[in-house]
């Protein structure tokens, strides 16, 4: 049994556990031949992960993340996961890394790729704007070939905003950034609304509780595959294009160059470092 865990919780909805697994399965054989002790299986829960006492430290010997024995056995605190010395292969957004820190507990194994989805090129990726179907005079926007944002300040002033955490890069920072490069802002929107993810905000949209939202490239195309309310909303705009939501390894993961060339030698995992 291997010591280490593994985790791809950023686009591990229940309609794709089938697929994540099948990636995790073609990672995990492409470690093994390398001679890592990969896990067998994906983490997806507090309880699958192994205990720290006294909680998860740094090399200060401050406290960064709780021991997860003390955590719901069924929920998933990602920044838990994250910060878990026994951390082989995972995946996170850079809105963590910059805005709590995160940058210093894990090393960047790689970025994945995003061709083929709209909004996505290589690396990079940008956010949906999307609004509820009806709500505004507008066709549906198609994603920009460059990285220059468009952002369809008129449509949306004056709206409530949902959004899934402070510290997502596609679902707040990006599109705040976005707005201050127009000299605008979140004051714009009469009202903000935090959903907890981004299937929460469309839903919400498509319900009436929230009228605006940016979801990332990749949940969107989701949405409309496995979201009913996916339906009753339209994208009338795109953030600017920025570096997809990097793979990661704990911070004293010994295998880091093993494990950069098993991202960079995987086709659909490909991505500059």
Known sequence: MSDFIAALPM???PEMRDEVDAQWVRLRTALRQLGIDAPETLTRRNADLPPVPGGIRNAEGETIAPDPATLPADGFDLPTLWRHPKLLFGQTCWGPMETTGLDAAVRVIGQP???GIEGGRGELYSSAIVVRRGSVTADHAHAPDGDVPLVPVDLIRGKRFAFNGH???SGFLGISRDLAALGEGLRMFSDRVESGGHRNSIVAIAEGRADVATIDCQSWALA???EPAA????VVGWTAKRRGLPFITALGMPELELLRNVVSN????QGSR
């Open 231 to 234: 339906r009753d909303v339209m």
């Open 266 to 269: 995987m086709p659909e995992l």
């Open 167 to 169: 510290d997502s890069m």
């Open 11 to 13: 686009y591990d909805w």
């Open 224 to 226: 409309q595959r496995f």
């Open 113 to 115: 790729n995003y061709d």
